[in-house]
């Protein structure tokens, strides 16, 4: 078995980059996978990249640029002229097809869908349509197919016509149609292998098959498929025709994004960041998270401004402010992501709703209990049972409040159709530092002005 | 196509179980698929989920338990006796068997080994020996191997007949071994279906394969089935012998799992507890995160009344500290998500550390200067020029200094070889809160003390 070092790679053709010995170059790449020369490009400066990839055939440079992060795609086409895209469009499956077309300047689409063949370009315009996070969005048009009187013989030299037309690639199911293209079942590639010549698909096909229509968000597709443990699932339009087929490899894909993209709204860092992009297009990119918390924070500075007789009547009120401040978010982003990845997956549903928001609070009161009986003995040794008794109280009421909070606003959001992520820091943890200081003051003001 | 939906066999199935009606249950759920038997009994309450599932077919109820998250499978194996136990893992796949009975107590498991058959057990007790979330964790041992000079058609005679004794379920490669078992290659399902009868495995084999062994952390054998878009791999030791295989379905649990892991670090809340779980475990469970930020926030009490003098000198200094900790905290989370995100997915590695460094720097350099600024203009605006000129500094000093430490300690975290997610929220947002609140009043002081 060959095994990859891409760090020892890396040096050799950095030294061939150099002299820019073109032949050599060439040898080496052409023996590897695409996925190792895209990240062989990705961890080269940028005018080596455009040399490198441009030394690339056709086809090896389709399979490429398929692997490439966006950021990546888009400045190397920049460098590429109508001509060269074209024929690496016209190498691709329909569907990296469609995703590379849609990240191209509008301007020269139209320019690139002439230059392929018309097949081609009518199967990627068709594509286009889709949303991208949707399944129309990632599935590819090129499957087999076949009607239910076709025998497993007829079938296999269908696969091995598609072959080597290079119509398809990875074969895993054969699809099952009716004379009006309707979707009837599936017979696994396993099951063809197995049965005898003769025998019909239709004696052989699955038919208990979930239901994927293209306009399925694309994350509740990819939980479908690991639920059942699938690998290829037909999609169908609402009248059960056939029109596409979704791999494996693409919902990998799909997981991977989702969970960087939702990790990425919980740290109000956007996504797709992590290999290219300008400094300040990246500082910019960051900056409306930013924003959220400095603004949240500021109208923070406003509200303890209001209760600044009460901080002068006793200092040590603020010096709690952080221990409230920080005991509110971090419970309300505990609820929150437990919440949103459970929506995520799928092993939240909106029905829970009622169940989950008493859950959160049942757990929430019995760590409020703990944190506000540690606190009182901390500050009745440290200060009074006075100020003490005003602490436990408002960590009390904090902790409970976000809790509910952080459960039920991506919960609202979800019920409102907006990504449940968007709820989660920094607009959480923002709302629950206000709302805790808030709390804190209010409780603090009014015990000491009742009962002092 | 049939098309199910949970929400409507729930009601039928709770009202059947009312009246203990167990053979039209039967019927119903023996046509699902286990994994919507799995969410059908995770969502009725539980001395109805137990009685569910003691009425399923000890084959269906493996599928089933393989399907449930390990609360909700541990719950259910309490309630059956040893004897239907064995039973049940006697029809699991080897490594679906060896997850379920490394989640049983150990005092049952050498009474449960006894009752299979012995290869079963002994299949077991070999995957056991292997870490959970390494590449030996996740693998199986059930797969084809055939010698080289093998023909197409002896190789499809073998896969027959093992799946005619349900040795096997899904194929989609056929692994080629030398005599001494030494994995020489691999031939696609599609490869040989393709292929004439006569054809030896030796011609159509692949070789270029990426070396799986079984100490693997799991989440790089993901990525190495994301890069390579593969659905199946084998998994040989360090002599390149064949010892087990490893499916898509897994890689993609494998994804999900390690995605929720992070979530869940990053927002200090432990993984699994959506479905299940008492509340006093739950709340538990979640108290070791907050205990880190009160005892940071405590601390940070701690040292404000060490400043006691410069705040009561001023007041509206402490109207400051919410911002100040906030935008430290948000700029180090910014950071530190997207260098754990990096290094999960493998887009980030150690010898990034320099330009990844210095980069968020630069970022951070940008937004600080944008902050300092405007903080200046609104507190020049509310106050003086003189503190406006304090907080813009200190609002600069902050923000760069988090986004060193978001940066910094996931990798650090790395090359100590310490799952760098561990590295995120609360434990970075505390250090910062602390750091935030010493650079602020530090500078505020030492600036009150020589200024005025």
Known sequence: MKQIDIDDILKDIEVLIDKRNTGALQNILIDLHPADIAQIISHVKKDERIYLFSILPPKVASSVLAEL????????????????????????????????????????????????????????????????????????????ALPMDATVEQAIQEIRRLKAEQEVTDVYYIYVIDDENHLVGVVALSDLVLAEDYTTLKEIMKTDLPKITPDMDQEEVANIFRKYDLVSMPVVDQENHLIGRITIDDIVDVLEEEGSEDMAFIAGAPDEEITEGSISKLARARLPWLMVAFLGELLAAFILNQFDVTLRHKLMIAFFIPVIMAMGGSTAQQASVI???????????????????????????????????????????????????????????VINNAAIIGALVPLT????????????????????????????????????????
């Open 69 to 144: 992060d966006p950021p990546l795609m888009e400045e190397l086409t920049e460098e590429l002229g109508v001509e060269k895209i074209s024929a690496i469009v016209d190498e691709m499956d329909s569907d990296d097809a469609a995703d590379f077309v849609s990240s191209l300047p509008d301007e020269i689409v139209p320019e690139i869908l002439e230059r392929i063949p018309e097949e081609d370009s009518d199967e990627i315009k068709q594509l286009l349509h889709y949303d991208e996070d949707t399944a129309g969005g990632i599935m590819a048009l090129e499957y087999v």
């Open 339 to 397: 919440v949103i990845r459970g929506l995520a997956t799928g092993d939240l549903s909106l029905r829970d709703t009622g169940p989950r928001l008493l859950k959160e609070l049942k757990i929430s009161f019995l760590n409020s209990l703990f944190f506000a009986t540690v606190l009182f003995i901390i500050v009745y040794l440290w200060d009074s049972a006075f100020f003490a008794g005003i602490l436990s109280v408002s960590i009390f009421v």
């Open 413 to 452: 959001f979800k019920r409102l159709n907006i990504d449940p992520a968007l709820a989660a820091a920094p607009f959480i943890s923002t709302t629950n530092d206000i709302l805790g200081i808030l709390i804190y003051l209010t409780i603090t003001t009014v015990v000491i002005n009742f009962g002092m």
